[in-house]
C-alpha cells in the first residue's frame, strides 16, 4: 500500500472489514438522501444548491457515516496512520448533469499547515458506467507541483492544462463500485467528471494528515478506531430552519440579521451544527454581497468549518467582523485567532489549537 502510494500517488483498496450491518445503513442513509433530494415539498423556495447542503449536513453527522469513519479509521491504522489525524465525512453529492462541482477543473488538495496529507474517497452508491474522477498518476511529486502552480497562473485561453497533464501522467479513472476506497497525496492532480447517468451520486471524503487542519475539527486515528462515535441527537425539519435563514438574510434590515440568526440558533440548539455547516456550503455558491451573511451565519451557529472564517477576512467586510463576536462562545475565540494569525504568518503551525469532534 505504501508503495502504491509513493509510486502511483493513490492507492485502491475494498472495504471488506466493514460490517454488513454498517453497509445496511451506508445503503439506507443514500435511499434517504437520494428521496430527500428528489422530493423535497419546498423546493420551489430552496435551489438545488441549498437542498443539496442541508443534505449533505444530514450525512455528515449521521450516525451512519460516522460507523464508516471509525471502520475506516481501524482500517488506516494497519495501514500505518495510527498517528495522523482524521477529519469527518466531507458529502460530495453531483445530481445528474450537474455542473456545479466540476467548476474547479484539475486541482490538488493540498491544506497549508497539514504536512503529509492524504484524501481518503468512497462512494454511497454504485455505477457501474459513471465514472467521477480522473486521477493523474504519478503527479505528486514536488516538480509536478509546482509545474501546476506556475501553469494555473497562466491565462487558460492558450492551452489546455488537461491536455498537457495527458502528455506527461497516465490518467486513471475512478470507478464508482460498492466498497470501493481509494486514498490518494494531497498533491495529486486530479479532477471530477460530469455525471452523465440519472443516478444521483453521493461520495464520502475525508482528509487524513500529519498535522491537524486549521479548518474543521479533527481526531486522532487511533482514538476514532478505539472509542464509539458521537451519536448525534435526531433533528426535524432542517429545511425549515434554512428558509426561514434565507428569508432572514433577503429581508431583514442588514443590521438586525446576525441578531436574528443568533436568536433563531438559540431556538433550536440541537439543528445549530447541521444548519451551520450547510451556511458555509451555501456561501461557496452565491455571490459575496449574500455570502457573507452565510458564512456569519454558519459561524454564529456553530463554528465546523473555519473556512467561513478565512472568507470574511479576505473580503474584509468590517461591520460584519466587529459584530459578529458579539455571538461567538467564547471557547472558540482561539480559533478564530489561530486563523487570522495564520493568515498574517504570525503563527507557528506547532502552536495550532486543534479542533476535536
Known sequence: MIQSLKKNGFYKFKYDFISSETLNKLDKIYKISVNHLVNYSDR????????????????????????????????????????????QPYVIIHLPNDKVEIIGGVHNDVVKFSSDCY????????????????????????????????????????????????????????????????????????????????????????????????????????QVAMFNNKKFPKVGNIYRLLLQIKKIISNAPKKEILQKIHELGCSYPHHKKYLSFACSLIAQRIPNEISKYYDAASLILFIDNLVSYERLINLNDKNILNNLFLFIPNDRFQSFKQVKMIENNYFSATKLKTLTF
Open 44 to 87: 420551489k423556495q430552496l435551489n438545488d444548491e441549498e437542498v443539496k447542503s442541508i443534505v449533505r449536513s444530514e450525512i455528515r453527522y449521521s450516525h451512519e457515516a460516522n460507523l464508516l469513519l471509525r471502520e475506516l479509521s481501524s482500517k488506516l491504522m494497519d495501514f500505518g496512520f495510527a498517528d495522523f489525524f482524521i477529519t
Open 119 to 222: 484524501t481518503v474517497w468512497t462512494p454511497l452508491n454504485q455505477s457501474r458506467s459513471d465514472h467521477p474522477l480522473e486521477l493523474f498518476c504519478e503527479s505528486h511529486s514536488y516538480f509536478s507541483y509546482y509545474i501546476f502552480k506556475i501553469l494555473n497562473k497562466l491565462p487558460k485561453r492558450f492551452f489546455s492544462i488537461d491536455k498537457i497533464l495527458k502528455l506527461f501522467f497516465r490518467k486513471y479513472d475512478v470507478s464508482i463500485r460498492k466498497k470501493n476506497v481509494y486514498i490518494w497525496s494531497s498533491k495529486l492532480l486530479h479532477k471530477s467528471l460530469i455525471n452523465k447517468t440519472n443516478k444521483i451520486r453521493i461520495n464520502l471524503v475525508f482528509r487524513v494528515s500529519k498535522n491537524p487542519f486549521i479548518y474543521e475539527p479533527v481526531k486522532k486515528i487511533n
